[in-house]
């Protein structure tokens, strides 16, 4: 029995099948957050409930409740597609690099208007570890 060596047409489909794992691994990833994100905001520490109640740094005329559940509900939904659709490989890669790059810009925007306050994508969570609140937003 000859043991069969891996060819150039092989490589191709394990770099898919890695690939492939990879984009259900970040989707369950962000599955996993937005739901964390939606026990946070149905079930609030008190410190975390006083912050959903004041307006957005960014969105003045929105609660970080409402940008906090507009968050969960993304990262939910591009969870759930990365994670179950059919779709290529690339579209669902450019929905959770869509979803990573509005989260980006809104920190930038966070920065920009130099918010010092706390950070909800953190869950709270943030209060507990050793990190200088600065550093984080």
């Not at 060819?7 to 990879?22: L, W």
């Not at 004041?54 to 969105?59: G, H, R, S, T």
């Not at 306050?117 to 600065?134: E, M, Q, T, V, Y």
Request: net charge positive.
């Amino acid at each position: 029995m000859k043991a069969s060596i891996p060819n150039e047409k092989s490589k191709p489909r394990v770099a898919a099948v890695v690939a492939e794992q990879m984009i259900r691994l970040l989707a369950l990833l962000y599955l996993c957050i937005g739901i964390l994100k939606l026990h946070s905001l149905f079930f609030p520490q008190t410190v975390m409930a006083q912050y959903l109640r004041m307006p957005n740094p960014i969105f003045v005329y929105l609660t970080n409740h409402t940008i906090l559940m507009l968050a969960a509900v993304a990262e939910i939904a591009v969870g759930v597609y990365a994670s179950v659709s059919r779709d290529s490989l690339l579209w669902r890669s450019a929905a959770m690099l869509w979803l990573t790059a509005a989260a980006f810009a809104y920190k930038l925007c966070l920065a920009a208007v130099h918010y010092t306050g706390p950070c909800g994508c953190l869950l709270g969570i943030n209060r507990f570890l050793p990190i200088d609140r600065k550093s984080v937003v």
